[in-house]
């Protein structure tokens, strides 16, 4: 859906910065995990941390926001887009380095390196923590944002500390007693742009790390849908609960709202039947929240983000 083009961008000193890294009303249904998305006024791979400054300089001169857009994934993006620049990590950030740190290994990797990568070279050198992480999609950096987690385990319980560039573009490392967790959540520090996630993981058994990981993706696969674009779980489990159980119990299993429905495998989750839009997903999700709200009087906590220009939304 076009924009109202209220915004003017100086397209030329972007080229001169960036060259063929930086493009202009770049659909960011190409880079979601929903196939769902309007464009971005500005989009620009980042290929060293050193391109920090010099971004938000020049966003910061056209009075222009900055978001980070990782895989994709857990995020459902506005149809009309976003406003301003996304900066997408490039080749450089998704790299892994691995190391014996002790007793233990520590592994250093980019924030752009698939969470999956991660975790199936973890499991090949023996090491134990991630298990838990087997299936989850995304990029290390998204799923740092999000405290990924699934079956009892987050990523929280195997970081040991994280790099990142700050707003006058210098580098910092934050420990992890440093950082601050939730339940699916990471309180990123003001102006902070990640750039590398370090875990510190344990050495164990391979057939029961190599059983666990099994077990984990035999229980993804039976609950989850395949087949259409998504973005994961859409709400956060409640204390004591579980949002797809809520959600299939006040009947809204395969409900739909134009290319949008909510699964009938799995009622925690909206599927693109092709040609959904993010209103239509919004919609949907709207109709989730007050029906549960009507039947338990208990509130559901999007677990997506909600990112773009959303109107008077």
Known sequence: MPHDGA??????AWRAAFGPRVRFDEPLSRHTSFRIGGPADVWIEMSAPEDVRQIRTLASAAGLAVFVLGGGT???VSDRGVRGVVVHLGRPFARTE????GAG???RAGAATPFKRVVTEAIARDLTGLEFAEGIPGTVGGGLLMNAGAFGGEMA???????GVDADGVVRRLTRGELRFGYRRFDLPTGLLVTHVAFLLQP???ARIIAHRDEFKRRREARQPAGFPN???VFKNPPGEFAGRLIEAAGLKGRRRGGAMISEQHANFIVNLGDATAADVRALMDEAATAVWSL???RLEPEIKLVGDWGDA
């Not at 691995?98 to 740190?101: H, I, L, P, T």
């Not at 319980?157 to 790099?163: H, V």
């Open 231 to 233: 973005a994961g779980s």
């Open 74 to 76: 857990n995020i459902l």
């Open 204 to 206: 164990g058994d391979p």
């Open 105 to 107: 290994c520590h592994v």
């Open 157 to 163: 319980q195997a970081i040991e500390y994280i790099d």
């Open 7 to 12: 915004i003017r961008i100086d397209r030329q």
């Open 296 to 298: 338990r009087g208990l």
């Open 98 to 101: 691995w190391r014996a740190n």
